[in-house]
């Protein structure tokens, strides 16, 4: 029981630990990955004790990798969400100036073409 307790210690700061770690889905990339990195550091300074609970160098050389990995992912991503915005202001802009032409058009239609005919411009407006 005693060693139970060493490992979950009923304790305030525990609990708020507990609840950081629990709140991982919570996180962004970003916290997550920072979050990782000062877990594997620590825990590379304490292998030797973790080795006990069958952590050794292989299993933290994986997290560093994953860590690696993700961090190319997110630099990728960061940059897709870049170009992203800058292709949707052109697609906006694009947009508003069609949008202007389609309705000077219809304008034009309207005063040329008789009313009844308007349907086959694809608007049913009654003037």
């Known amino acids: 029981m005693e060693q ?13 630990q507990r609840k950081r770690y629990s ?10 990955i920072q979050l990782a990195s000062v877990i594997l550091s620590a825990s590379k300074e304490d292998l030797t004790r973790l080795s006990k609970r069958g952590i050794n160098k292989n299993f933290l050389d994986q997290i560093e ?3 690696k990995t993700i961090n190319e992912i997110n630099n990728r991503q960061a940059f897709l969400k870049g170009e992203l915005r800058k292709t949707t202001a052109k697609l906006e802009t694009k947009i508003k100036s069609l949008g202007e032409r389609v309705m000077k058009l219809k304008k034009l239609i309207k005063a040329e073409i008789p009313q009844p005919e308007w349907k086959k411009f694809g608007f049913n407006d009654t003037q």
């Open 23 to 32: 709140t991982w889905s919570q996180k962004s990339y970003g916290e997550k």
């Open 65 to 67: 990798e994953h860590i």
């Open 4 to 16: 139970e307790n060493e490992i979950t210690p009923n304790t305030e700061n525990t609990k708020k």
